[in-house]
């Protein structure tokens, strides 16, 4: 890592074409990225200021916690270094929504409702939405209304205006929890901004006719190091509207993230014990958690390469991967810590033969992901 750093030290960001700089941000991370460009950085935007607004669905606030808690850059470090301003944040913001006899009162210092109209109103913002949307009942998103307007109404005014739409964590991108399976998933009819579960066409910017491109950053939460990447990839133009087909891939996520060939599985730490056929069955143990539910093998994340926490942990250590970065959850990994005996994990094998397939044959296919890994391929 010291020496990629001391090359890519060397070399003008700006003038990298985007393979290249994408290339360079995922391997370094959110922090070393920062802090290695930051000179560069201030001065291509020296004059620029990106406004990002920052709406709240139905969620549990769980993906602003996990930015929050970002460390080195902090987020306010971030912000601050990519020339941000966060105009509005409903978590974060002082603003209240103050209404006097059904009407809004103060002005946009004051009120947080007139402030989202004047933000929406002036444009040239990027949209940032956590959360799910509800449609229901019958289409009128009355089971979120804030400031006596559905939640969806808000999106889609927002959206307009926007010179850019991510969706951050599952239930944005796909309507998460809220949408999962139940008796009355079908009356509040949650969506995510561009798939509702798996299918496009039931995206709420497809039902409500809204031809804006969408950038999915799942996750529950997402790492911090993908929104922050991604948001500093566009405020620097490194990537455009234009580039999104070439860089998402068909849930609009970005590959650099969650790669298409790449598995949290491959990169796991228990993933010796699973090569040697070694599983636990209860928590405590050292070995793979193949037995217990984990579905990191189809879980298309580079959790395990960057880490959590300071880039010092990741999911697995603690427990079974519950694939939150796949288009769907939770209904695609339910039953969460149930092994998915219906499913090969290595090469069409199912669990109850891993053991008896060589520990050589299971090398190889982990050094291919990681050389490809390595070339960017």
């Given at each position: 890592?010291?020496?990629?750093?001391?090359?890519?030290?060397?070399?003008?960001?700006?003038?990298?074409?985007r393979r290249t700089f994408?290339?360079?941000?995922?391997?370094?991370?959110?922090?070393?990225?920062?802090?290695?460009?930051?000179?560069?950085?201030?001065?291509?935007?020296?004059?620029?200021?990106?406004?990002?607004?920052?709406?709240?669905?139905?969620?549990?606030?769980?993906?602003?916690?996990?930015?929050?808690?970002?460390?080195?850059?902090?987020?306010?470090?971030?912000?601050?270094?990519?020339?941000?301003?966060?105009?509005?944040?409903?978590?974060?913001?002082?603003?209240?929504?103050?209404?006097?006899?059904?009407?809004?009162?103060?002005?946009?210092?004051?009120?947080?409702?007139?402030?989202?109209?004047?933000?929406?109103?002036?444009?040239?913002?990027?949209?940032?939405?956590?959360?799910?949307?509800?449609?229901?009942?019958?289409?009128?998103?009355?089971?979120?209304?804030?400031?006596?307007?559905?939640?969806?109404?808000?999106?889609?005014?927002?959206?307009?205006?926007?010179?850019?739409?991510?969706?951050?964590?599952?239930?944005?991108?796909?309507?998460?929890?809220?949408?999962?399976?139940?008796?009355?998933?079908?009356?509040?009819?949650?969506?995510?901004?561009?798939?509702?579960?798996?299918?496009?066409?039931?995206?709420?910017?497809?039902?409500?006719?809204?031809?804006?491109?969408?950038?999915?950053?799942?996750?529950?939460?997402?790492?911090?190091?993908?929104?922050?990447?991604?948001?500093?990839?566009?405020?620097?133009?490194?990537?455009?509207?234009?580039?999104?087909?070439?860089?998402?891939?068909?849930?609009?996520?970005?590959?650099?993230?969650?790669?298409?060939?790449?598995?949290?599985?491959?990169?796991?730490?228990?993933?010796?014990?699973?090569?040697?056929?070694?599983?636990?069955?209860?928590?405590?143990?050292?070995?793979?958690?193949?037995?217990?539910?984990?579905?990191?093998?189809?879980?298309?994340?580079?959790?395990?390469?960057?880490?959590?926490?300071?880039?010092?942990?990741?999911?697995?250590?603690?427990?079974?991967?519950?694939?939150?970065?796949?288009?769907?959850?939770?209904?695609?990994?339910?039953?969460?810590?149930?092994?998915?005996?219906?499913?090969?994990?290595?090469?069409?094998?199912?669990?109850?033969?891993?053991?008896?397939?060589t520990v050589g044959v299971?090398a190889v296919a982990a050094?291919?992901?990681?050389?490809?890994?390595?070339?960017?391929?």
């Amino acid at each position: 890592m010291k020496n990629l750093v001391k090359i890519l030290d060397s070399v003008d960001i700006l003038k990298m074409d985007r393979r290249t700089f994408m290339k360079g941000v995922g391997l370094l991370g959110a922090s070393t990225f920062l802090s290695t460009y930051s000179t560069q950085i201030v001065s291509a935007l020296e004059f620029a200021e990106t406004k990002i607004i920052w709406l709240h669905g139905a969620e549990s606030t769980g993906c602003s916690e996990s930015l929050l808690n970002a460390s080195n850059p902090d987020v306010a470090q971030a912000l601050n270094k990519l020339n941000v301003n966060l105009a509005y944040h409903e978590t974060l913001l002082a603003q209240q929504g103050i209404w006097v006899d059904g009407k809004l009162a103060n002005t946009a210092d004051l009120n947080s409702e007139i402030l989202l109209e004047d933000l929406i109103k002036q444009g040239n913002y990027i949209l940032v939405v956590e959360g799910s949307i509800p449609m229901g009942p019958a289409g009128s998103g009355r089971y979120l209304v804030i400031g006596e307007k559905p939640f969806k109404d808000t999106v889609a005014e927002a959206a307009k205006n926007a010179t850019a739409v991510v969706a951050v964590g599952a239930c944005a991108c796909w309507g998460g929890i809220t949408n999962a399976n139940s008796d009355i998933v079908n009356d509040t009819d949650y969506r995510g901004i561009a798939f509702a579960k798996t299918d496009p066409k039931k995206g709420l910017f497809t039902e409500l006719g809204i031809d804006k491109p969408v950038i999915n950053i799942p996750g529950c939460p997402p790492h911090p190091d993908w929104i922050l990447l991604t948001l500093g990839a566009l405020i620097l133009g490194k990537v455009t509207l234009n580039d999104l087909p070439s860089i998402l891939d068909e849930y609009k996520r970005p590959m650099l993230f969650f790669p298409p060939d790449h598995v949290v599985h491959d990169n796991c730490p228990r993933r010796g014990y699973y090569d040697k056929g070694l599983f636990d069955e209860g928590a405590g143990g050292p070995n793979c958690l193949w037995k217990m539910g984990c579905k990191a093998p189809y879980a298309h994340g580079d959790c395990a390469m960057r880490k959590w926490n300071g880039s010092v942990s990741v999911c697995t250590q603690a427990g079974p991967c519950i694939a939150c970065v796949e288009p769907g959850f939770p209904d695609s990994s339910r039953p969460l810590y149930v092994e998915a005996e219906d499913k090969g994990v290595l090469l069409g094998a199912d669990v109850g033969t891993i053991a008896k397939v060589t520990v050589g044959v299971a090398a190889v296919a982990a050094g291919v992901h990681a050389v490809r890994r390595m070339k960017g391929e």
